[in-house]
């Protein structure tokens, strides 16, 4: 005997209301027409075909009075589920601006905390979609309960899985803190934005007429407060770099990178790495010159490219391994350390110990960057963030020293002392406490003072001094530099140490947890 077809007919009248957001086809093309897909549409392009299983579908939201009776908000205006990429699960949010503007209410919180829970358990990665007009006022206290319950959730899988968030819509006041609470953040350039007060509330509250594209847009979040990691395009440029990401990463802290190993081991030096060195110490190295050569084609993916421009960070393969690369960028404020540098690099090594990334280090540091703003703002404890970062990292850490290695920044980045498992030099390396101009000013004060051609017995001095203390020699006598390479060598020499590496444990002390500089 058959079910009845009574049965399957409202079923399929369900799952179609639920499909559609309860919408026409009209509100779905004037969507459409402004470049956005669909909560459903994107999860669908973002997954295997076929893979997305559903959880939720026929839930509605708890309103009481408001006008709500009878009114139906399928799934509470949040889709979740799970799907595959490239065969690999992942649990997907998708908030549904279609149904009552994606609000969030009870039941919509509800389902997006189960979601995140069952992540935990079944280590699995989170791909969040923020497109919400926020909480739903309808609800009162509900909703901001609704909202605890998420960023709890988003506490606990911190470091346990992988957490990737889009804002592909608006994301106003506490929705704001559910991506800050993730790995990483991805925004649409256009038609989103993401701010806790709008200008409105700014101008009533300090006279302020702030406009949105100087706080709230992707490009400002990019470049100015560094709040996100990627620049969207549009959905599909999401998509793809959404999918760019999992491939560098591990499913959750249990497992490690997707590596791709390759059976052999290129072993030849790479003479065209010599060139990308300046002959002259002054002219500024252009780093992303050393990635190029160093990581293997294709398997380069910046993070924050538009934010703190001195530091770079981001994932690659070199020899089909998995790494984070931090590097110093000569070519921007000298690579000098700053405030914001310090809190991009912290956050990116900190991701990557949590994961089991082995870090790879570029440096070329004359040092944290000088200046009243930077001290008033408290370099001092950002710069610690960064000391912080590379003292817990039990992943494997090659460090390659290409210049300049002065003072407290030399020990920050990577250095042997701070936990370096493999430290290179180039011969154009200077460790040294400061720039020997610095040095030889303080150590000859009085040489140079009572010379005849006090500018001569300077530059005299400044040249005994780089040949004597300013170079990579006295460092690797003493043990804390590994090896001096040539430029050409780096690849394969970095390669081999990271296939060295792998099998490297660390035990550490029994602690809650530590007290990072915050």
């Given at each position: 005997m058959a079910i009845k077809q009574k049965l399957l007919d409202q079923l399929n009248a369900r799952r179609e209301e639920a499909l559609s957001s309860n919408c026409g086809e009209d509100k779905i093309a004037a969507r459409h027409a402004k470049g956005l897909m669909t909560a459903r549409e994107r999860i669908y392009n973002l997954v295997d075909k076929g893979s997305f299983q559903e959880a939720?579908?026929?839930?509605?939201?708890?309103?009481?009075?408001?006008?709500?009776?009878?009114?139906?908000?399928?799934?509470?205006g949040v889709v979740t589920g799970i799907g595959l990429i490239d065969g690999r699960p992942v649990t997907v949010l998708s908030q549904d601006f279609m149904v009552s503007g994606g609000s969030l209410g009870s039941k919509h919180a509800k389902k997006m905390a189960e979601a995140m829970a069952q992540a935990r358990a079944l280590g699995t990665p989170v791909i969040s979609v923020n497109d919400s007009g926020g909480a739903r006022i309808q609800e009162g206290v509900k909703s901001l309960a609704g909202y605890g319950q998420v960023f709890r959730n988003n506490v606990l899988s911190s470091g346990v899985v992988p957490q990737i968030a889009l804002i592909a819509g608006p994301c106003a006041g506490g929705a704001a803190y559910s991506p800050a609470l993730m790995d990483f953040c991805i925004q649409l350039r256009n038609n989103s934005n993401m701010f806790i007060c709008g200008p409105e509330v700014i101008k009533a509250a300090t006279g302020e007429n702030a406009q949105p594209e100087q706080f709230a847009t992707a490009a400002a979040h990019a470049s100015v407060s560094g709040n996100i990691h990627f620049v969207a395009e549009d959905d599909k440029h999401a998509i793809e770099i959404i999918q760019k990401l999992l491939s560098f990463l591990p499913s959750n802290n249990q497992e490690k990178p997707p590596h791709r190993l390759s059976s052999e081991l290129r072993l030849e030096p790479d003479e065209g790495m010599n060139d990308v060195v300046p002959e002259d110490g002054k002219t500024p190295l252009n780093v992303y010159k050393v990635i190029e050569r160093l990581v293997d084609a294709g398997e380069w993916l910046e993070v924050q490219k538009d934010f703190a421009k001195?530091?770079?960070?981001?994932?690659?393969?070199?020899?089909?391994i998995v790494v984070g690369i931090v590097a110093n960028q000569p070519a921007v404020k000298a690579g000098c350390i700053d405030i914001d540098a310090s809190d991009k690099a912290a956050q990116f090594i900190l991701f990557c110990d949590s994961f089991n990334i082995p870090i790879v280090t570029l440096m070329d540091v004359p040092g944290f960057m000088p200046g009243l703003a930077q001290e008033r703002g408290g370099i001092i404890r950002h710069?610690?963030?960064?000391?912080?970062?590379?003292a817990t990292c039990t992943v494997p850490l090659v460090t390659v020293i290409m210049r300049k290695a002065y003072g407290g920044a030399y020990i920050a980045m990577g250095s042997k002392d701070l936990g370096g498992d493999v430290v290179f030099a180039w011969p154009s390396a200077e460790i040294a406490v400061m720039g020997a101009e610095g040095a030889a000013k303080i150590i000859y004060k009085r040489e140079i003072a009572a010379a005849q051609d006090p500018q001569a017995k300077f530059k005299e001095l400044?040249?005994?001094?780089?040949?004597?203390?300013?170079?990579?020699y006295l460092a690797a006598d003493s043990g804390f530099v590994t090896d001096v390479i040539s430029p050409a060598e780096t690849r394969y020499k970095v390669a081999l140490s990271l296939r060295s590496l792998m099998t490297k444990r660390v035990i550490t002390s029994p602690k809650k947890h530590g007290l990072s500089p915050l």
């Open positions: 939720g579908m026929h839930v509605n939201h708890d309103v009481r009075g408001f006008g709500f009776e009878g009114k139906n908000l399928p799934g509470d001195n530091m770079v960070v981001g994932f690659a393969r070199i020899d089909g710069g610690a963030k960064v000391l912080y970062a590379y400044v040249e005994d001094y780089r040949d004597k203390f300013s170079n990579p």
